[in-house]
């Protein structure tokens, strides 16, 4: 059976939302695994350090400044893509809906939870129960469950550099 022009269209921007979810999700999980190992391995490396005096504290001073500044940096930026991705799987389902389709809300329902991250209760149309409606701004302000635990997981690591910090500026000063 031939798609009316509707659905076709429909079919195409179904096509386009699925593209940049992909897109967005593999240069969020890329840039991770580049930027958390290095930060992991900065941490190591200046917390394995056998000499403490100035020299030694400036360097702890500049890595632990930018490390912290391009994590956070880099947090922003995934909390804008993952604002994106949110709002593109939020279109599917209502292309979905009207196309009696069922691929992006199985996948939700099997994750248990919404795009917003919350638990999932029922079957995902329970949950939103208009067919067309505003995607919840707190998706895009307060991120998803992902995201939420990709912020924690730099602020961890945020804290670490500061932590390092104060730990080279105790041995330095002797007080430690």
Not at 112 to 122: A, D, F, K, L, N
Not at 153 to 175: A, D, F, H, K, N
Request: aromatic share 8%; hydrophobic share 45%; glycine share 6%.
């Amino acid at each position: 059976m031939e798609p009316n022009p509707r659905e076709t269209v429909l079919l195409s921007e179904y096509e386009r939302c699925h593209t940049e979810v992909e897109r967005l999700n593999s240069q969020l999980w890329t840039t991770a695994q580049i930027l958390i190992p290095l930060s992991l391995a900065g941490v190591g490396l200046l917390f394995s350090l056998s000499q403490h005096d100035l020299q030694s504290l400036s360097s702890v001073v500049v890595l632990s400044f930018v490390s912290s500044l391009v994590l956070l940096g880099w947090l922003k930026i995934a909390h804008r893509w993952h604002g994106y991705q949110s709002i593109a799987q939020f279109r599917m389902i209502e292309i979905e809906r009207d196309l009696d389709m069922w691929c992006t809300r199985y996948e939700l329902e099997a994750t248990g939870r919404t795009v917003s991250g919350t638990p999932i209760t029922g079957t995902f149309d329970d949950i939103l129960p208009d067919r067309y409606q505003r995607v919840p701004v707190d998706i895009i302000r307060n991120g998803t469950s992902t995201i939420i635990v990709t912020r924690r997981l730099v602020y961890l690591l945020v804290l670490s550099w500061g932590l390092l910090l104060v730990r080279e500026i105790l041995l330095v000063c002797g007080l430690f």
